[in-house]
């Protein structure tokens, strides 16, 4: 299993040579031909190794990160090492000197899971500084439970794709459906249902109407529309003013399942503040004409329709406004709870939306509890270890920035998720200690003092299984741990045994003896539910064990049908279209109810007479993130080399660029090269450079330096989407775009780095 869907593998000394998607799988993604030749790539990490400044001097904070040769140590040097930095970190420093948040995917199965065995190792320690909530849905994660009083329920209790399939006439989707995303999902997947479900939808007769940048985030049929990125809520809003001036909204509805409505609509017709939010105001903002947003206005609210935002138009400035504005207008349409109606949010994001749940909980490993009460907001990395000591507010809360001396990281890739690279690596030039974990030589393990080579999941045993799919699997070990790398679980027992917790870290279990009992404790939720969950034994045989899952929900449904027995936790019990609680905040950068706010970076801001493409960095079709990005797949896509990058004919042509030529992209923080591809399903005025090409600095030893892959996160700003969430504004950047002339550098980013001895 892999977050990209179940496959069966065939292997050759060592290495995985063939993969085969899972029968059951409808629409198996394309990235599972990244896994044949990962396990023995040159860019694995062989043994335990240590960057030499750090070896030399001792820890202390280096600009050397990212440059400097690393040795090879013995895992029992390095056990012994290690151990003896984080008893000083704590000793000196205290626990919450450790960041511990440890950001990212890593890999699917529920035992081996890179974050969960790093933080009950940590918590066991005597704590961590811990980052809150996802780069995912930083915004959506703390104005969603304030709006409808959950975040996670939008996803994992969303409207199923049989009911929409049935019963939408209408799918207004902000964002498209993009199918690339559905292949991912958290934990893996057995099935990937959507692109099945929209034919379905469209074969009786249910139509989509698509507002995003490119053609392709809606595959097949649809009427698309390509307004100025980072303007939704204005369309939205226009929407609106067309439902409340035409007396098209669900009076009844608002007022007993909303409040706030009346707040709101002062600022919609104008009269809180004299500017009426009517389709023609929204066509000066976003291009899209007023005529075509009054008629959507009217055919909304003439028969069954989902408004559906996806992730992506929360990871911008202001990212708040667009999930809120999405639930105000589905409500003034008054068919949030009905089957096919309401809202979505993260349709084409994941899989997961539209999926089932399964209903009862799923095997967890314990990660125990935290004794340090510090946290940042997930994206805040560069702000923490730049700004120790430091206040910040989040979500209504004056909070401060601890010191932080140690740096744990496994299982993500700062160099890919996190923006503004050039700054980030000035923040990793501060702390005393970075340690990693990865099977790889990321950029991230590049610039780490210690690092740690960990399996894959090919590598071991596991058992995976999501709160979506019916599927739990057992994961078993294709190949054996290639070279010196070791689970992370038993890198973590030893140093809990050195540090004297051991016993409390394992228990007394080997990683099989977790897995089965793991299995074990499960059983009876599944038993109790009328499952009859066979031993552990016939189970590992089999190979999967199908569980119930709960089918033809309605996001919703139970509110709908009775709000006092089933309300929503937020304050009122209702949705709030205006908070009071957000409001009492007093956040310029966040109001009591949605609205429409400038974003910094966007076409109609001051930095495009400089910049005039807008670059939409989304999700890579080729692989997930930075994940096997030295995969055939995604190898396959590059071009010279190079991420590829999607121009506009228009865009190219006014630069004298064809396809086929590798380009400088740039802006005020950094640059990088892409090769590019001429595509006319685009808007002229953007571009598109997925995220996830390795970061590959021309002079290792300069944070400021060129990006000769093409990893976006050189461009992008490192600023919260506001004083409430600080989520990640990844998604948007303004550059400008020139061929390249000079003679192409090499890319180095899959070349292991200088392995000295002592
Ligand atoms: N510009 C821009 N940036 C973005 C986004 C965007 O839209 N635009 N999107 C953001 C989003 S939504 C996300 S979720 C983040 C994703 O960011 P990350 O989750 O950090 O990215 P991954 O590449 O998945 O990193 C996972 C790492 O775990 C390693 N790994 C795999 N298995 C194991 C294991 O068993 N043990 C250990 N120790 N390591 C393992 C992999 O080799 C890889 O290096 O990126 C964000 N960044
Ligand atoms: N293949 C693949 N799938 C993935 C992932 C991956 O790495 N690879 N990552 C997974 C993860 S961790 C996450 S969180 C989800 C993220 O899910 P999303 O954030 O929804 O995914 P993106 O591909 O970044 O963006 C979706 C589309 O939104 C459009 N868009 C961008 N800005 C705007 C805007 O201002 N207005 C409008 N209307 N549209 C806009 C873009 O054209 C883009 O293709 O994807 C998941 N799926
Ligand atoms: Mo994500």
Redesign the pocket.
Known sequence: MSHWGMFSAESVAGEVTAVHPYEGDSNPSPMLGNLAGSVRSRSRVTGPAVRRGWLENGPGPSDRRGADEFVSVTWDELTELLARELRRVVDTHGNNAIFGGS?????AGRF?H?QSQVHRFLNQLGGYTKSVH???LGATGVIMPRVVGTHWKLFARSTSWDVIAKHSDLLVSFGGVPIKNTGVNAGGTSGHPTLGALDAFRARGGKIVSFSPLRDDVEGDCEWIAPVPGTDVAIMLAVAFVLASEGLHDREFLNRFCVGYERFEDYLLGRADGVPKDPRWAQEISGVPAEFVTDLARRMASGRTLVTVTW?LQ?IKHGEQAPWMGVTLAAMLGQFGLPGGGFGHGYGSMNEPGLAPVPYPLPTFSQGVNPVSDFIPVAAISDLLLSPGEEFDYDGRRLTYPDIRLVYW?????F??H?DLPRLRRAFARPDTIVV????W?P?ARSADIVVP????LERNDLSCTRNDPLLVAMQQVVPPFANSRD?YDTFADLASALGFGEQFTEGRSSQEWIEHLYDQWRPFVDADGGNTPTFEDFWSDGHYRMRTEDNLVLFGDFREDPEKYPLSTPSGKIEIFSETIESFGYADCAGHPRWYEPDEWLGGPRASQYPLHLI???PKTR????LDHGDVSQASKIKGREPIRMHPDAAAARGVSAGDVVRVFNDRGACLAGVIVDSDLRSDVVQLS?GAWYDPLDPADPDSLCVHGN??VL?PDIGTSSLSHG?T??HVLVQIEKFEGVLPPVKAFDPPVLGSR
């Open positions: 950001y990212g995917w890593a890999s081996h890179a996802s780069y995912s992506s990871r496994a299982g993500g890739n700062p890919h998720h923006q974990h990865d099977p790889y990321t991230m960990s399996t894959t999941s992370d960095a989304n999700q997930l993130h930075s994940q995220t976006p996160n992008t990640c990844g998604q």
